[in-house]
């Protein structure tokens, strides 16, 4: 069965940084676009992030230039590297792939907390 463990998330204060870490079973890793997704209280889950098997990403726009996504085939591992983090950054953050095929259920999160 496909897994997905999210890691990494904690509390940090306004502009301070977080580094999130995701392990993907090896049979969906290699050869699919992975995505960090994150969701509010309260709010539907969203991609922020998205990278390719050959390193292409994609942002979105309420966090371009302050998030960093990348990927280490060979440990079946992505990666957030998060800067200059807001209030409004406060989710829990999923990775999965992208676009998220239903049999692919998701991991259990990593909670980011942005608050002084």
């Known amino acids: 069965q496909v897994q997905l463990v999210e890691s990494g998330g904690g509390l940090v204060q306004p502009g301070g940084s977080l580094r999130l870490s995701c392990a993907a079973s090896g049979s969906i890793f290699s050869i699919n676009v992975m995505g960090w997704y994150r969701q509010a209280p309260g709010k539907q889950r969203d991609l922020v992030a998205s990278?390719?098997?050959?390193?292409?990403?994609n942002y979105a726009d309420s966090v371009k230039g302050r998030f960093t996504i990348s990927r280490d085939n060979a440990k079946n591992t992505v990666y957030l590297q998060m800067n200059s983090l807001k209030p409004e950054d406060t989710a829990v953050y999923y990775c999965?792939?992208?676009?998220?095929?239903?049999?692919?259920?998701w991991g259990q999160g990593t909670q980011v907390t942005v608050s002084s």
């Open positions: 990278i390719s098997s050959g390193g292409r990403t």
């Open positions: 999965n792939m992208f676009p998220r095929p239903p049999y692919v259920p």
